[in-house]
């Protein structure tokens, strides 16, 4: 039998299990941009099964330390997107410590990255690169269900993380950059210049929080199936090349709030089950609030580009939202990214990038396809 993977925060478990659909609450955010897994996916994708092992190797060996830094200072990850990830730690009643915590992760990040600044492969070497920003701010969460409620998947958002995403898109390689809210709860501990309206990280004045107890993800078994179809959990932890079609849906700012975003998404379930496709939960990151779908993985049909095009098409009538999207098909990898306390099932590679690259350039009711 396969391993269990673990693709929800235990938070969203609590949550769903005491009834609780969506709620607030203060903390710091880290949005961390990884560079060079796109080349070395397209390199390794020209070497078949055992291009894909190697990736699989590679994910996990970069993915893990930086994983574990986060646990170890109190956050957890919200997910993946592509090669970046978001994770928040809670504040509770000491803003300015979880905000040091958060900090002192993406310091540990950075040292770790620094260390190994390039992975070795049986074809060829690849330099890896992080950008991190981080934020203060309350952070709302969601959870959302079928009609049937017999599927759920969940959000976070809010000023915590859009000052991270606001942070990272002034930062460089190896560099971290605070918004001006955590800014102003780190100032008596770091040292910092002004990088657009927000600040380089140079130096931290004190030493790093010591790490804390990290427990082992709580079973869930029988969540499962609600969060994420049974089989997709029990995938081989190595994936494969294969032809994807991407469709990267731009969620507009009029539907974001709580209330208006579940029955959008009800809809969203609905013509899944009737076109299929597969994705994880809206994210929030450098490309705005969006949803990444894709088909031909875990499962291929012959017919998956019509059913990606008919899924757009009547997601756009029935919801009589104004919507733009990017779709792409290309060779990607269908696997697991991350680590082993928190990993999303995802496909990854140069068309998920193009996708979300033409959804940012199409104007609004707009949808625009690769020549593929």
């Not at 929800?8 to 880290?30: C, L, N, Q, W």
């Not at 079973?219 to 029990?234: T, Y």
């Not at 974001?256 to 609905?270: C, G, K, N, R, W």
């Not at 939202?321 to 060779?331: E, L, Q």
């Amino acid at each position: 039998m396969q391993p269990i993977h673990h693709l929800v925060p235990d938070f969203i478990y609590e949550k769903y299990r005491a009834g609780e659909s969506h709620g607030t609450f203060p903390g710091a955010a880290m949005f961390a941009d990884l560079s060079g897994f796109s080349i070395m996916t397209d390199t390794l994708s020209a070497h078949g099964t055992h291009g894909a092992e190697v990736l699989a190797d590679v994910m996990r060996v970069v993915f893990e330390p930086l994983v574990n830094a986060i646990y170890a200072q109190g956050g957890f990850v919200i997910g993946y997107a592509g090669d970046a990830f978001n994770a928040v730690f809670p504040a509770g009643q000491d803003s300015g410590q979880a905000m040091t915590r958060c900090l002192s992760a993406a310091m540990l990040i950075q040292m770790r990255t620094e260390m190994r600044p390039k992975v070795s492969t049986p074809y060829g070497d690849f330099p890896i690169r992080i950008k991190v920003g981080i934020g203060f701010g309350d952070t709302r969460w969601q959870i959302f269900k079928s009609t049937n409620e017999k599927r759920a998947s969940y959000w976070f958002r809010g000023d915590s993380l859009n000052g991270a995403v606001i942070a990272e898109e002034s930062a460089q390689g190896g560099e971290i950059v605070a918004d001006s809210i955590a800014y102003e709860l780190l100032k008596d501990r770091v040292q910092a210049v002004p990088a657009n309206d927000c600040f380089l990280i140079q130096a931290m004045d004190a030493e790093l929080p010591p790490p804390l107890p990290v427990s082992k993800p709580k079973p869930a078994d029988d969540l499962i199936g609600i969060f994420l179809a049974e089989p997709n959990v029990r995938l081989p932890a190595i994936g494969e090349f294969r032809q994807v079609l991407n469709l990267f849906i731009d969620i507009p700012p009029s539907i974001s709030d709580e209330a208006l975003i579940a029955p959008f998404m009800e809809t969203v379930y609905l013509l899944q089950e009737q076109y299929g496709g597969f994705f994880l939960r809206p994210d929030m990151g450098d490309k705005g609030f969006n949803l990444l779908m894709f088909w031909g993985a875990p499962t291929a049909r012959e017919n998956d580009v019509d059913r990606a095009l008919n899924f757009i098409l009547e997601l756009s009538s029935r919801t009589h939202i104004t919507i733009r999207a990017g779709i792409s098909y290309h060779m990607a990898y269908a696997g697991f990214i991350g680590a082993n306390r928190r990993e999303d099932y995802t496909a990854y590679g140069w068309g998920v990038n193009l996708a979300a690259r033409m959804m940012e350039h199409a104007d609004e009711g707009q949808f625009w396809l690769d020549e593929q």
